[in-house]
């Protein structure tokens, strides 16, 4: 098996193999090898023409056979890329792997499957593709491959990003290439040439950064501060953040207290905040925690029922739990 790292290096080095099978949880990652890998294996010329891309599931075994049989025209490169290669049947799999041998010097084929099909490796379907091609797993990029990517493309645009922000936008991408690429070209847009990204930037503009409003929600409820809590409600609201969507981070953010004072991980990804989550939770027992997490989902059920107005009902769930704190409960 390869890594995207060694296939990267055999493919700007010119060493081509016939065939190859990318899997794993990165789909992102998985289409843009596969691009990569036409567009540096076909001259220009070709890539309009010879770049074909076949769905596995709406294509039967034989029409895939057909098609890898096809030879180009003039001795020119083809490029036959098949997704969902997993679905078709174990005597169908070997037929079309067949086709594969004798290698033909002209025809590259990259077969793949998404990441909600990734097979197990010791599967016979995974023995299988490990013997007739180059297997290639595609993971979540690691924290330094993140940070050092954003800097680079940052750097391309003649930006910089302040080491506070760089870490925090890496926690926050958790190792997703989409969402790095996703998250740093809103940046690019959003500063100047010559600027440096900085922390409030990356929560300005920057998805999930509703974690944040919430922390500081949470910190106003947390230290009894009931005026503060009244005013940062009005300014969510005001920002476009409806009652309901409010009371269901709020929730999110308490069940992760609760799930951080007992050594477990929180919710989705939120790994980056466990130090204030830990910080938070001190402030109450794990009894508490659990019923603030019941009150608020009662507060969700009373929005749904039309029992009172869902900003009359946010506000006093929360007003409530400030003056609690405020009493010293």
Do not use: W
């Amino acid at each position: 098996m390869a890594t995207p790292g060694k296939l990267l290096t055999e493919i700007k080095a010119g060493r081509f193999k016939p065939a190859y099978y990318f899997f794993g949880v990165e789909d992102y990652r998985i289409t843009e090898a596969e691009k990569f890998l036409a567009r540096q294996f076909l001259p220009d010329l070709q890539l309009q023409t010879n770049y074909r891309r076949i769905g596995g599931k709406k294509t039967s075994a034989a029409d895939l056979i057909a098609e890898l049989a096809t030879l180009p025209l003039l001795g020119e490169r083809r490029v036959v890329a098949v997704s969902d290669f997993q679905s078709y049947k174990p005597n169908e799999l070997k037929q079309i792997l067949k086709m594969l041998s004798p290698p033909d010097p002209g025809r590259l084929v990259i077969f793949t499957s998404p990441s909600s099909k990734t097979p197990r490796k010791d599967s016979k379907f995974m023995a299988l593709m490990a013997k007739a091609t180059v297997t290639v797993e595609f993971k979540k990029l690691r924290g330094a491959e993140t940070a050092a990517q954003i800097s680079a493309k940052f750097k391309t645009e003649g930006l910089t990003i302040e080491a506070d922000a760089r870490a925090l936008l890496t926690e926050l991408v958790s190792g997703n290439r989409g969402g790095l690429d996703t998250e740093v070209a809103k940046l690019i847009n959003y500063k100047t040439e010559g600027g440096s990204v900085t922390v409030e930037d990356v929560r300005a503009v920057s998805a999930g950064y509703e974690a944040y409003d919430i922390f500081e929600l949470a910190d106003g409820i947390i230290e009894g501060r009931p005026r503060t809590v009244l005013k940062m409600i009005k300014t969510l609201l005001a920002g476009g953040h409806s009652p309901v969507f409010i009371a269901t981070l709020l929730q999110q953010h308490f069940t992760c207290l609760y799930l951080v004072k007992h050594g477990k991980k929180p919710l989705g990804n939120r790994a980056f905040l466990i130090p204030k989550f830990r910080r938070q939770a001190a402030g109450y027992d794990s009894h508490r925690l659990e019923q603030i997490i019941i009150e608020i989902a009662r507060t969700d059920s009373e929005f749904r029922r039309g029992r009172l107005k869902p900003e009359t009902a946010l506000d006093m769930l929360a007003m409530n739990l400030a003056h609690e704190k405020q009493s010293g409960g």
